[in-house]
């Protein structure tokens, strides 16, 4: 491999030297990998050139530089910037420059990432360049109608691929105008379709909105309207067992308390539905205030111990020691004695538990802690109370029930736990009235879990 970059010189004065320089480009455009079409355009180039040069007595040498990059340098007397074997050149090579030096013009053309060139190869073309004009002008005719033919080919071939992929894209364009107009019918039908859903959607939400309206307002009027005669009779009953008034006979003292009683289950219906239709109707106002969890969990042990079956043991924790929530403490106790009545009716045997866990973070969010972090570590998002119980359990069709009014799963305990089935729907509109929910799991034959959840900071 040669390190002297100068490869061949040439003399230009007369039609030989033009030949000779043309094929001294054609060779060594080929020693150094350039392709035929590459090689024609810059022996063209360069015999163009040569041309107009050699009428003015000129020079032409080739280097390959070390980076790889092909030189021809020609000079001339006579050569402008603006002449038409310069304006030929650089249509055929991408960089060419003229200036002009000592009252020389010099010309340069570049022709880059070449590879370089052995000894051998140089020594080669030193020899054509030494033989001057090896070719005659009908050789050199011959050699240049060959390459114009080769152009022609590669020409038409590149023609012949334009007209294919035209007539490609012209089909693909055909293609993708039908789909389109396919997509904007389709989405104009889509469209339709939603807006009419949406017409439909609401239309529904109006009629079940005055449904549940009409609901609340006939439970509202109808324990109201009970409540007198029930109170009424419930202060009968109390005057006829009064022992100022006159003596009963064991059977009517038993029938008097029997109906005592079933009128106090009354009221306490009656009571239940109104609540409940006030929770519905939004009439039920909570009185928010800071509460103390812990305080409140005991009071609830307390009532719901009296009601556990024998055997059942009550657990409670109580959660963070101080923690306090700013909620309404009567609507929250009401909710929770629902749920701890309804654990302590439906086990017989095991443990119910009442349990308190704040929560950080926001609720449902996949439980993703929240980023903001700024309000510091103590900083709860809310707090779930859970009651669980080793209880009769229940099936996945009959949770998704519990919720709705009157709903029981009739279980041979419900023989001696009675109700009606209007503690879970009351205690789930109360907790959506304070701004939390109530969910379930459970599993028939080994228990359930309630959880109400609460917001930390009361009414958003
Ligand atoms: N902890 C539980 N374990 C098993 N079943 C339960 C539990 N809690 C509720 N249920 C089922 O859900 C039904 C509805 O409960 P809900 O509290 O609404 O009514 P209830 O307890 O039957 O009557 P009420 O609460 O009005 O006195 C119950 O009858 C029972 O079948
Ligand atoms: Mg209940």
Request: charge should be negative.
């Amino acid at each position: 491999m040669s390190s002297a970059p100068q490869v061949a010189v040439l003399r230009l004065e007369e039609d030989a030297d033009v030949f000779a320089a043309r094929q001294l480009a054609r060779e060594l455009a080929q020693v150094v990998g350039l392709d035929r079409i590459g090689a024609t355009r810059l022996a063209t180039a360069i015999s163009e050139l040569a041309r107009e040069a050699a009428a003015a007595g000129g020079r032409l040498s080739f280097e390959v530089q070390g980076s790889g990059d092909l030189v021809a340098t020609l000079t001339a007397s006579h050569l402008p910037d603006d002449s038409p074997s310069m304006v030929s050149a650089r249509r055929l090579l991408d960089t060419v420059t003229h200036e002009v030096a000592d009252g020389l013009a010099v010309v340069r053309l570049e022709q880059r990432g070449v590879r370089p060139v052995t000894d051998a190869e140089r020594h080669r073309v030193q020899r054509i360049v030494a033989a001057h004009a090896p070719t005659s002008p009908l050789d050199e005719l011959q050699q240049q109608n060959a390459e114009l033919l080769t152009l022609l080919d590669a020409v038409r071939e590149k023609n012949a691929a334009l007209e294919t992929l035209n007539h490609e894209l012209e089909e693909t364009n055909r293609g993708v105008m039908a789909l389109y107009s396919e997509l904007s019918g389709e989405l104009e039908r889509t469209n339709q379709g939603v807006v009419a859903l949406y017409a439909e959607i609401d239309e529904k939400n109006l009629q079940l909105t005055a449904a549940s309206e009409a609901k609340s307002r006939f439970l509202r009027s109808i324990s109201h309207e009970l409540r007198t005669p029930v109170n009424s009779v419930l202060g009968l009953t109390g005057l006829l067992a009064d022992p100022g008034a006159a003596p009963l006979s064991p059977e009517q003292g038993e029938q008097v308390a029997f109906i005592r009683a079933s009128a106090t289950e009354l009221l306490s219906l009656v009571n239940e539905l109104m609540d409940l239709a006030k929770a519905e109707s939004g009439r039920l106002e909570p009185a928010w205030q800071d509460v103390d969890l812990a305080a409140l969990c005991g009071e609830l042990a307390g009532t719901t111990r009296a009601l556990l079956r024998e055997g059942v043991r009550l657990e409670v924790d109580p959660g963070p020691p101080g923690l306090v929530l700013r909620t309404d403490p009567d609507l929250v106790r009401h909710v929770l004695r629902n749920l701890l009545s309804n654990a302590a009716k439906f086990t017989t045997a095991g443990t119910v538990t009442l349990e308190v866990t704040q929560v950080d973070g926001v609720h449902g969010v996949d439980g993703v802690d929240g980023v903001d972090g700024a309000d510091g570590a103590d900083a709860a998002e809310g707090v779930e109370v859970r009651v669980r119980d080793t209880g009769i359990g229940m099936t996945e069709e009959e949770q998704a029930l519990v919720f709705e009014e009157f709903f029981q799963v009739r279980t041979p305990l419900h023989a001696t736990a009675r109700g009606t089935g209007l503690g879970l729907p009351f205690a789930r509109s109360v907790a959506q009235v304070l701004g939390g929910d109530i969910d379930v799991e459970s599993a028939p034959g080994e228990g359930s879990s309630f959880t109400l959840r609460l917001p930390a900071g009361g009414a958003a």
